[in-house]
């Protein structure tokens, strides 16, 4: 969430004359130790919107935006006003990439012309109604980006305006190559055979049907989920502020180009083709590279009847630091929105986090960081925000403690434990924070650590594994295990305790018997 863009005054100890930027467009003068720059091109610099001169009474009041009616080419024309969100009046929420910071697409607020960005304008010019006045909350327009209180206070209220909006509008962009009424064909279709589909499985895990030979083969051919995995590729998804804005949605509505496809049925068909037809993902070149899983992370958690039929009983259960951590890979301009963003999101998932979102200058990102493990150790009682942690020698430095985990990283894909695994970590453990960032634990000295390797990188082959392993074995290191027990430990190690299936217990009695 950006500031407008402010001229400042510039001090200068002697007199010069140097062209700017090419971009500027500008020239910069300095007379007697003052300076100044003169703009040839000031649409840049414009004056600030003018919903800052409404100021919001005390309590749960928002800024509304009434978008006048209009033809494609007709300037943008809007005026504001306060709204108390525990008494609304019906208005729709706009989720969409705010892109550059540069002001230079008129818009007529309350009959004086303002500024906003090339993103804002082509958003706005999406979502007018040809014919009747259009209710929005925008967050860049409604949200007085300039008063840092008021900023931290209105992200706290952003849960409950995406929730209590009639609709969230989810602006995509543009549809260049015209895949937006293929994927609204494609949903439409897959949609109304999941749902078919739970209706017959009922209510219980898994019980999906799955797709013969023959019926998986004629699904890949048709070549829409080409264009639906286009559409998941848009700049729209890598942001981290839409999983907020689309999961608390209670009626969500997607705009790509001139097509509409309804949130909901999205989901449904994303989440029926991951389960019953991944192979999409690789004939249409999606790889792992496809839209962020805590779409449909929240989407089960908000819909566990609905989906319990594609799911295991094991896969549904939800925690919410995976939110932080699948977040490390999406885009945020503030690196402190890696936690506020998803404030009202642990909210919905039972976490009141007490954490007041500050943009101050003195509030660094580590530092915000720092107060969510200190809230998340203190709130649920364990020290599963360890398995998060991810840091490199710089990351370290300055005293930051290696308890808290960086989520401005994105060193590692997967946190090293899995709620479907069983654990060896007893559940009377109750860890404390004192000081502002000592972590106290209790524990048993149980082995000492007397070998290690280099750092395994997320492209390790088992030819690496095996490699290590022979270091392992050629060193003839003293060990307490006998010789049948360190390929079980070499592997409980690389795998940290953690196991899946019911073949584990069996082998590890026959392993151990030798």
């Given at each position: 969430?950006?500031?407008?863009?402010q001229?400042?005054?510039?001090?200068?100890?002697?007199?010069?004359?140097v062209?700017?930027r090419?971009?500027?467009?500008?020239?910069?003068?300095?007379?007697?130790?003052?300076?100044?720059?003169?703009?040839?091109?000031?649409?840049?610099?414009?004056?600030?919107?003018r919903?800052?001169?409404?100021?919001?009474?005390?309590?749960?009041?928002?800024?509304?935006?009434?978008?006048?009616?209009?033809?494609?080419g007709?300037?943008?024309?809007?005026?504001?006003?306060?709204?108390?969100?525990?008494?609304?009046?019906?208005?729709e929420?706009?989720?969409?990439?705010?892109?550059?910071?540069h002001?230079?697409?008129p818009?007529?607020v309350?009959?004086?012309?303002?500024?906003?960005?090339?993103n804002?304008d082509?958003t706005?010019r999406r979502?007018?109604?040809?014919?009747?006045?259009?209710?929005l909350?925008?967050?860049s327009?409604?949200?007085?980006?300039?008063?840092?209180?008021?900023?931290?206070?209105?992200?706290?209220?952003?849960?409950?305006v995406?929730?209590?909006?009639?609709?969230?509008?989810?602006?995509?962009?543009?549809?260049?190559n015209s895949?937006?009424?293929?994927?609204?064909?494609?949903?439409?279709?897959?949609?109304?055979?999941?749902?078919?589909?739970?209706?017959?499985?009922g209510?219980?895990?898994?019980?999906?049907?799955?797709?013969?030979?023959?019926?998986r083969?004629?699904?890949?051919?048709?070549?829409r989920w080409?264009?639906?995995?286009?559409?998941?590729?848009?700049p729209?998804f890598?942001r981290?502020?839409?999983?907020?804005?689309?999961?608390?949605a209670?009626?969500?509505?997607m705009?790509?180009?001139?097509?509409?496809?309804?949130w909901?049925?999205f989901l449904r068909?994303y989440t029926w083709?991951?389960?019953?037809?991944?192979?999409v993902?690789?004939?249409?070149?999606?790889?792992?590279?496809?839209?962020?899983?805590?779409?449909?992370e929240?989407?089960?958690?908000?819909s566990q009847?609905?989906?319990?039929?594609?799911y295991?009983?094991?896969?549904s259960?939800?925690?919410f630091?995976i939110?932080?951590?699948?977040?490390?890979?999406?885009?945020?301009?503030?690196?402190?929105?890696?936690?506020h963003?998803f404030?009202s999101?642990?909210s919905a998932?039972?976490?009141e986090?007490?954490?007041?979102?500050?943009?101050?200058d003195?509030?660094?990102p580590?530092?915000?960081?720092?107060?969510?493990?200190?809230?998340y150790i203190?709130?649920?009682g364990?020290?599963?925000?360890?398995h998060?942690?991810q840091?490199?020698?710089?990351?370290?430095?300055?005293?930051?403690?290696?308890?808290?985990?960086?989520?401005?990283?994105?060193?590692?894909?997967?946190?090293?434990?899995?709620t479907?695994?069983p654990?060896?970590i007893?559940?009377?453990?109750?860890?404390?924070?004192?000081?502002?960032?000592?972590?106290n634990?209790?524990g048993?000295i149980?082995?000492?650590?007397?070998?290690?390797?280099?750092?395994?990188s997320?492209?390790?082959?088992?030819?690496?594994?095996?490699?290590?392993?022979?270091?392992?074995?050629?060193?003839?290191?003293?060990?307490?295990?006998?010789s049948?027990?360190?390929?079980?430990?070499f592997?409980?190690?690389l795998s940290?305790?953690?196991s899946?299936?019911?073949e584990?217990?069996?082998?590890?009695?026959?392993?151990t018997?030798?």
């Amino acid at each position: 969430m950006q500031s407008p863009l402010q001229l400042r005054c510039i001090q200068a100890r002697k007199t010069k004359s140097v062209s700017a930027r090419p971009i500027l467009k500008s020239t910069y003068h300095s007379y007697a130790g003052a300076a100044f720059l003169e703009f040839k091109n000031p649409l840049i610099f414009r004056h600030p919107l003018r919903t800052l001169e409404i100021p919001l009474p005390e309590g749960n009041f928002i800024r509304l935006m009434i978008l006048e009616p209009g033809e494609d080419g007709d300037a943008l024309s809007c005026t504001m006003k306060t709204m108390n969100l525990d008494n609304p009046v019906p208005y729709e929420a706009v989720s969409y990439v705010w892109g550059s910071t540069h002001r230079d697409h008129p818009i007529k607020v309350a009959g004086q012309t303002t500024y906003i960005t090339t993103n804002l304008d082509s958003t706005l010019r999406r979502v007018r109604s040809r014919s009747r006045p259009r209710t929005l909350w925008v967050d860049s327009v409604c949200i007085n980006q300039d008063d840092l209180p008021e900023r931290g206070s209105q992200v706290l209220q952003m849960g409950k305006v995406y929730g209590k909006a009639k609709k969230v509008l989810m602006y995509l962009g543009e549809d260049g190559n015209s895949h937006g009424e293929a994927v609204k064909s494609l949903v439409s279709e897959i949609e109304d055979m999941v749902l078919e589909g739970i209706r017959g499985a009922g209510e219980s895990w898994n019980s999906f049907p799955t797709l013969n030979s023959d019926d998986r083969e004629r699904f890949l051919a048709d070549t829409r989920w080409n264009s639906l995995i286009v559409m998941t590729h848009q700049p729209w998804f890598t942001r981290g502020w839409v999983i907020q804005e689309s999961s608390l949605a209670a009626d969500g509505l997607m705009l790509w180009g001139s097509s509409e496809i309804p949130w909901r049925a999205f989901l449904r068909t994303y989440t029926w083709m991951i389960r019953r037809l991944p192979h999409v993902r690789v004939k249409y070149g999606d790889g792992n590279h496809g839209m962020n899983r805590l779409h449909l992370e929240l989407y089960r958690m908000h819909s566990q009847t609905e989906t319990m039929p594609l799911y295991t009983k094991q896969a549904s259960e939800f925690d919410f630091l995976i939110i932080p951590h699948d977040a490390r890979a999406l885009s945020v301009k503030d690196q402190r929105d890696r936690v506020h963003a998803f404030l009202s999101v642990a909210s919905a998932a039972g976490l009141e986090l007490r954490i007041w979102p500050d943009y101050s200058d003195g509030k660094k990102p580590q530092d915000v960081y720092l107060d969510m493990a200190r809230e998340y150790i203190n709130i649920t009682g364990n020290v599963n925000i360890l398995h998060c942690v991810q840091h490199t020698d710089d990351s370290l430095c300055d005293g930051f403690p290696s308890w808290v985990p960086r989520w401005d990283l994105n060193l590692f894909d997967n946190i090293i434990t899995h709620t479907s695994a069983p654990t060896l970590i007893p559940a009377d453990v109750r860890p404390s924070v004192s000081g502002s960032n000592v972590l106290n634990v209790k524990g048993v000295i149980f082995d000492e650590v007397i070998f290690t390797s280099e750092p395994l990188s997320r492209d390790v082959s088992i030819y690496d594994l095996k490699r290590i392993w022979d270091r392992v074995s050629d060193a003839h290191i003293t060990s307490a295990y006998k010789s049948t027990y360190k390929a079980l430990a070499f592997s409980q190690i690389l795998s940290v305790g953690r196991s899946w299936g019911a073949e584990w217990p069996e082998w590890t009695i026959r392993s151990t018997k030798g």
